[in-house]
């Protein structure tokens, strides 16, 4: 289907840099990050392409959102994944609670979903220098880190996770020149 979108001044989607766009049931999420990376909207129309008002907005306090990495939509839940936290609205931006995130812990690559609280995100271990799949449980603790592959000597190698008996493999990364 193709919805055309609300052309009001107060609609439209300015400095645009990179959308994520997430079909509910019964209206579109978009994320709108902007050419300065730390700004960005969220955004909510219905499927007749009207704006909605989302509640939540940029800002610095615990309910606002700022640095947004990421987004996933969950259960009428909308998930906001941002440097150090995630926070988590209604469908209408009614703020809801937030996940800090353990320190050392950031997200590089957007996060999937294990289940309804246990996010999983590529992670960049600066310390160690080594890329490691994190599993961030609802307390925003790393409850898994291994390392799969440096950021230099482990590049290009194959590596592994293991998961219920089973060995699933990692992607690889092209070693420094």
């Known amino acids: 289907d193709y919805v055309p979108l609300e052309t009001s001044e107060e ?20 994320l709108n990050r902007m050419e300065r990376k730390a700004d960005a909207t969220i955004e909510s129309f219905d499927l007749s392409g009207n704006l909605l008002e989302f509640k939540a907005q940029y800002g610095r306090s615990e309910e606002e959102f700022t640095n947004v990495r990421h987004i996933i939509l969950k259960d009428d839940e909308l998930f906001v994944f ?17 996940i800090h995130f353990q320190e050392g812990i950031n997200s590089i690559q ?36 291994k390392p799969f592959a440096s950021h230099s000597e482990e590049a290009g190698k194959e590596r592994f996770i293991e998961r219920n008996g089973m060995k699933i493999p990692l992607p690889t990364f092209p070693a420094a020149h």
């Open 110 to 145: 957007p996060p999937f979903m294990i289940d309804k609280r246990t996010f999983g995100i590529l992670g960049n271990d600066i310390e160690n220098k080594k890329f490691c799949i994190d599993l961030i449980d609802t307390t925003g603790k790393r409850i898994y880190g």
């Open 11 to 30: 609609s439209l989607l300015n400095g645009t840099n990179a959308l994520t766009i997430l079909p509910a049931e019964d209206r579109v999420i978009i």
């Open 82 to 98: 941002q440097a150090t936290r995630i926070s988590i609205y209604d469908l209408d931006g009614n703020y809801k609670e937030s």
